[in-house]
Nanobody, 121 residues
C-alpha cells in the first residue's frame, strides 16, 4: 500500500504565503515525477507544478514567479512554497506522484486526499 499525505493548507490573506508538503509512505521503491494540482469550485483540476526526480520543474503560467516546487527524495516528500497568494489561488490542492512499488512492474499514479487553500481578499 502507498499513501500520499498532504499538509500545510489553510486560510491566508492576499499577498501572504503558505507552504504545502506531501509525504509518500508504504511500499515505495522509487518516486518518479511529483506534482501539485488544484481544483477550484466548479472548475476542472489543473496542474500547478511538477518536478522530476532530477529536479527539473514545470509551472502553470498563472503561478510562475510566485510558487516554487521542490522535493526531498530521501524523505519521499514534495513541497510547494506559495508566495504572493491571490484570491484566485483558492482551491483544494492535490499531490500526485508516479511511483514504483514493491511487487509490481512499471509505475502507477497516486493521489493525495487534498488540502484546502483559501486566500481572502
Amino acid at each position: 500500500q502507498v499513501q500520499l499525505v498532504e499538509s500545510g493548507g489553510g486560510l491566508v490573506q492576499a499577498g501572504g504565503s503558505l507552504t504545502l508538503s506531501c509525504a509518500g509512505s508504504g511500499s515505495i521503491v522509487r518516486i518518479n515525477i511529483m506534482g501539485w494540482y488544484r481544483q477550484a469550485p466548479g472548475k476542472q483540476r489543473e496542474l500547478v507544478a511538477h518536478i522530476t526526480r532530477g529536479a527539473n520543474t514545470n509551472y502553470a503560467e498563472s503561478v510562475k514567479g510566485r510558487f516554487t516546487i521542490s522535493r526531498d527524495n530521501a524523505k519521499n516528500t514534495v513541497y510547494l512554497q506559495m508566495n504572493s497568494l491571490k484570491p484566485e489561488d483558492t482551491a483544494v490542492y492535490y499531490c500526485n506522484a508516479d511511483i514504483n512499488v514493491y511487487g509490481s512492474t512499471g509505475s502507477k499514479s497516486y493521489w493525495g486526499q487534498g488540502t484546502q487553500v483559501t486566500v481572502s481578499s
